[in-house]
């Protein structure tokens, strides 16, 4: 069965960093695009940041722009999203989620499959 799993969640500080993995089991997703969304306390799902299978392109939302960092390995199956300068608006369930497509895309409904989300709680 394909799974996605995330791991990495945990308490933090304002302006600490965290890194956060997701990995992708009975199924490969080389040559898919993977995401990373967050859902904050009462507020919808939102885009944070995806990479396409080569690794080369990025993209990145405009509130984590230059905090945090995609990255994938292919080999091993896995992406993570290195998250620094963290701050409490950064407080949420973070999902990981892959799409078939070449394509980066910022939209939940353009993924396929979802991890359980880990929860990322900054304290001010």
């Known amino acids: 069965q394909v799974q996605l799993v995330e791991s990495g969640g945990g308490l933090v500080q304002a302006g600490d960093s965290l890194r956060l993995s997701c990995a992708a089991s009975g199924r490969t997703f080389s040559r898919g695009v993977m995401g990373w969304f967050r859902r904050p306390p009462g507020q919808e799902r939102e885009y944070v940041a995806a990479?396409?299978?080569?690794?080369?392109?990025?993209a990145y939302a405009e509130s984590v722009k230059g905090r945090f960092t995609i990255s994938r390995d292919n080999a091993k199956n896995t992406v993570s999203l290195q998250m620094t300068a963290l701050k409490p608006e950064d407080t949420a369930v973070y999902f990981c989620?892959?799409?078939?497509?070449?394509?980066?895309?910022?939209?939940?409904?353009?993924?396929?499959?979802w991890g359980q989300g880990t929860q990322v709680t900054v304290s001010s």
């Open positions: 989620a892959a799409r078939n497509g070449a394509w980066i895309r910022s939209r939940p409904d353009d993924y396929d499959l």
């Open positions: 990479i396409a299978w080569s690794g080369g392109s990025t």
